[in-house]
Nanobody, 125 residues
Framework: QPQLAESGGASVQAGGSLRLSCVAP????????MAWFRQAPGQWREPVAA???????MYVDSVKGRFTVSKDTAQNALILQMNSLEPGDSATYYC???????????????????WGHGTQVTVSS
């Protein structure tokens, strides 16, 4: 079984909302920094948001005020609530885990060693 499993990706129109979920081992959410990254076709994978073991959050500027990262401890899941979606948000979204309790700023792909397989988000104008 994969350690991280994303779901919730879909095709939506601009202005719509999606809720992505990443099921993780229960210890991971309480012990480690967890993050969302995304990768559009032909682009490098880029960070989106992260939440540390204590619940502190960080976001890249392009999603601030629109996306919210949180933990659903009842479901053992990392959540990304995405509102006011734009075509530029179209990408495969990946959940990732760092082996430390704190998240570093800026978020870097190299700091995360455990990855899910991704879930596709498509936003049409």
């Amino acid at each position: 079984q994969p350690q991280l499993a994303e779901s919730g990706g879909a095709s939506v129109q601009a202005g719509g909302s999606l809720r992505l979920s990443c099921v993780a081992p229960s210890y991971a959410l309480s012990m480690f920094c967890m993050a969302w990254f995304r990768q559009a076709p032909g682009q490098w994978r880029e960070p989106v948001a992260a939440i540390d073991a204590a619940g502190g959050t960080m976001y890249v500027d392009s999603v601030k005020g629109r996306f919210t990262v949180s933990k659903d401890t009842a479901q053992n899941a990392l959540i990304l609530q995405m509102n006011s979606l734009e075509p530029g948000d179209s990408a495969t979204y990946y959940c990732a885990r760092r082996s430390q309790n704190l998240c570093l700023s800026p978020l870097r792909e190299v700091d995360f060693g455990i990855w899910g397989h991704g879930t596709q988000v498509t936003v049409s104008s």
